[in-house]
């Protein structure tokens, strides 16, 4: 691959051709702000979910090498999606994990997971520093940094680190292709060992966002639990205006089983060969469900077909790319400059 002239400057973070699912013949969305300030608009699925070089690496040969890799994954996966429209289901085991691999990419993908690492990095950071005291700044500054700061810089850094947000961190895009990679690598198999249901809409539409997979949780959990992919009691993913996919907690045939009783095995593999599996139409409750999830986990935009917007639910969330913060307590904590664990 040619890099210079020829490198792609518009990286999507949910890609076209998944967002094609959701558009008219032109290839048209409406685009749904979560900002309530800003009104709703159409656009095309090129200028949507995008950034300028987001993935760009600093690689003379190859500097969109990692864009060209997620095309190839995502045309596997929009060719199973095609399968899916036709009826062909549930997939092969090959296919479910191709198609589990690209859902948990789309996971963590987009630029929340950067803004969230970048965030909690920062914390960490404004902790050591400010915990550790003015005194010890240059301390920090030559063990982290690697050089021996003049006092103008030592001030600059203690100042910058110990403001309530933390110093300014960017990670490289380097840096955030490989933390993606390795989550997604560790997320797969919660989407695989699921059961999956495919939800076939006729007479409603769903709508899909900037960050489309969503995690339902258990119905029977206090409302101030957090929810993860082991615990979610369900996990959904819009496959297009008209398909929807609702994966199933996986726990529930294993209740009553010990870890190590040879049937947990047996199940487990039966849910990777598809073989519980199945199909349903499209509801007005699993439409809400399906939307009203999207709507929660979007970040900042909703996308939908020009003629669906009536699907969209009339309560979204504040926009917010930060989807982790640090928890209180310490890292809520004001520095005065002093140690706090002597010099």
Known sequence: MAGNGSTAKL???VPQGYLRGFANEKGRVKVVP???????????????AAQTHFHTIDDPEEPDGFETALSGIEGEAIGIIGKF??????????DRWTLSYYMALQSVRGPDTRKTLEHLRAQIVRFEIGAAGRV????WIKENCGFDPSPEQESRVWADATQPDGPPISFSNLAHI???LDMAEELTSHFAGRQWSLVRFERRALVTSDAPVSLIRDPQDDGWDGVGFMTAWGITFPLTRELG???????????GLEPDDSRVQEIRAAVLRGEVDGMQAGTTAMEKLFNENLAHSAREYIYCHPEDGKYVPDDLPEPELINVRAAGG???AEFDGEPWFGK
């Open 11 to 13: 990286h999507h973070y």
């Open 34 to 48: 979560l900002d309530p300030a800003r009104k709703a608009f159409i656009s095309s699925v090129k200028n949507v």
């Open 136 to 139: 010890n700044v240059g301390k």
């Open 330 to 332: 310490l890292f809520d």
């Open 85 to 94: 429209r036709r009826n062909e289901f549930p997939p092969s085991e090959e």
């Open 245 to 255: 996919l609702l994966m199933n907690d996986p726990t529930r045939m294993l209740e």
């Open 178 to 180: 490989r933390h993606m």
